[in-house]
């Protein structure tokens, strides 16, 4: 009876279940990442200290948009600090336009504002 031998695989072992994830940073970027696993206690390779600095990145929660209360309290300011800065020489209606021109904002901004 004949001994069956496995045949050998070809190329490297796998390392890792997990799918690859590659990207390119910034000589800079790298650096800092470099120097956050220097200070960490295990001091991480940068593969894995690049995976910690983005898990920590995905468990911070982001800022909520400011509620109705919070944008409608931010115009009052807004208004108050325009009207000690305003023009006392000019027409009130001139004043009142250039005060509500700076309140509405650019143009540009208008669409990021409509959900305040």
Same mark, same amino acid.
């Given at each position: 009876?004949?001994?069956?031998?496995?045949?050998?695989?070809?190329?490297?072992? /796998?390392?890792?279940r997990d799918p690859m994830m590659g990207f390119r *940073? %910034?000589?800079?970027?790298?650096?800092? +990442?470099? #120097?956050? &696993?220097?200070?960490?206690?295990?001091?991480?390779?940068l593969s894995e200290a690049t995976r910690r600095l983005?898990?920590?990145?995905?468990?911070?929660?982001? /800022?909520?948009?400011?509620?109705?209360?919070?944008?409608?309290? *931010? %115009?009052?300011?807004?208004?108050?600090? +325009?009207? #000690?800065? &305003?023009?006392?020489?000019?027409?009130?209606?001139?004043?009142?336009?250039?005060?509500?021109?700076?309140?509405?904002?650019?143009?540009?901004?208008?669409?990021?504002?409509?959900?305040?």
């Amino acid at each position: 009876m004949s001994i069956k031998a496995k045949p050998k695989k070809r190329g490297r072992p /796998a390392t890792g279940r997990d799918p690859m994830m590659g990207f390119r *940073a %910034a000589p800079v970027l790298r650096a800092s +990442i470099v #120097k956050w &696993a220097e200070n960490q206690p295990d001091i991480p390779t940068l593969s894995e200290a690049t995976r910690r600095l983005v898990e920590l990145g995905l468990t911070v929660k982001s /800022a909520a948009r400011p509620t109705a209360k919070a944008a409608a309290r *931010a %115009a009052e300011l807004a208004a108050k600090a +325009i009207d #000690k800065h &305003a023009d006392t020489s000019a027409p009130s209606a001139e004043r009142e336009s250039r005060k509500n021109r700076l309140l509405e904002g650019p143009s540009v901004f208008w669409d990021v504002r409509k959900g305040m």
